[in-house]
């Protein structure tokens, strides 16, 4: 099946704005799916390379981009005309960024987040921050989310994810224009409960490759998974998002993903510092963003401000931020009061 047709009949036109792993390879998705499709990059040199190459060999070399797929530099040329706009830059640079592109986005374009984490400060998640600052209503911003590592979406193996829409019709149109034989989209209107399973995951996934560079064994892994789910689903309740959700892809799928591959980013940046690395040492030797080494604190400052106890992000904060030896941090962990598991 291809990218649901635009207007006048003519292949559905997508912009994507961002060049980095994730950026890429949707790009690729929606270029076999039939949509003709302009990528951002913020330099030159890589748009270029995009363009005569047909891949881009700073963060998926090797994979071969589809025709349909070309990219720019200038912002202007890749909104102009889309139907569909998809956001791929790290989180807490969004709202810079789309001041910046508004403007140029079409009164009928659908924005789509492929974006997991929460605004430092605001505490506001990416849709809220889409519909901020572009002053687009609900029904106009959608979010893709899942277990959807980028290296094994380069190399086309099947997966799955979820569209989620306020308008179940606008996440349906999303869906067909990103179906592919090998990427099976599902549709979801649980907005929040999506978008927290996805920016929650980051920081359990952090934990998880703490708990692996220190050398723990898969009991600590599975336990801090679960309990990683459980305070996810808390923390969703009380922001009004289905329990559903955190069951399916955009909550359990993308956290055992996350947890358990060595592709993660999140999990890799966790595993260094377990093994002792500084923050500094550990920001020095990794290439790309972990989002969760940010938006753990304001994945924290949420679920301080709706009352909801979250002591494995509390722990990667500590970790992460303020320097805690993970062994002491484990060890106060594990010394927290007996509970109910349902507590």
């Not at 102009?80 to 956001?87: N, P, Q, S, Y």
């Not at 640079?93 to 430092?120: D, I």
């Amino acid at each position: 099946m291809t990218g649901q047709p635009g207007r006048n009949d003519r292949p559905a036109k997508a912009a994507v704005f961002g060049s980095g792993s994730w950026g890429t390879a949707f790009a690729m998705i929606l270029g076999d799916a039939g949509n003709d499709v302009t990528m951002w990059a913020r330099r030159p040199d890589v748009a270029e390379a995009i363009n005569t190459t047909r891949t881009n060999p700073g963060y998926l070399p090797g994979t071969v981009l589809p025709e349909r797929v070309r990219a720019t530099s200038d912002p202007a040329e890749a909104a102009d005309g889309a139907d569909h706009v998809f956001l791929v830059v790290p989180s807490q640079t969004l709202r810079e960024n789309l001041t910046a592109w508004a403007p140029l986005f079409g009164p009928e374009s659908v924005l789509v987040s492929l974006m997991k984490g929460v605004e430092l400060g605001s505490t506001m998640r990416m849709s809220e921050v889409i519909e901020d600052v572009a002053k687009v209503p609900q029904e106009r911003v959608a979010v893709v989310t899942g277990p959807n590592l980028a290296g094994e979406i380069a190399a086309r193996q099947p997966a799955a994810a979820v569209v989620a829409c306020r308008d179940e019709s606008v996440a349906r149109r999303i869906q067909h224009a990103c179906l592919t034989p090998y990427f099976r989209p599902y549709t979801n209107t649980d907005v929040v409960g999506c978008e927290l399973g996805g920016a929650v995951k980051n920081v359990i996934g952090l934990a998880v490759g703490i708990a692996d560079g220190m050398g723990l064994g898969d009991n600590t892994k599975g336990s801090l998974i679960t309990r990683g789910l459980a305070e996810t689903t808390r923390l969703g309740l009380a922001m009004g998002a289905d329990p559903m959700t955190f069951s399916g892809l955009a909550g359990l799928g993308d956290l055992v993903a996350t947890c358990s591959s060595p592709l993660s980013r999140n999990h890799t940046f966790g595993t260094n510092l377990g093994r002792g690395m500084s923050l500094a040492e550990t920001i020095a030797v990794t290439n790309q963003t972990a989002e969760g080494v940010k938006s753990c604190e304001s994945v924290l400052a949420l679920g301080r401000g709706h009352g909801i106890d979250m002591p494995l992000t509390e722990t990667v904060v500590s970790i992460v931020h303020e320097g805690k030896a993970p062994l002491v941090a484990l060890e106060e962990l594990m010394s927290r009061s007996a509970k109910s598991e349902r507590g």
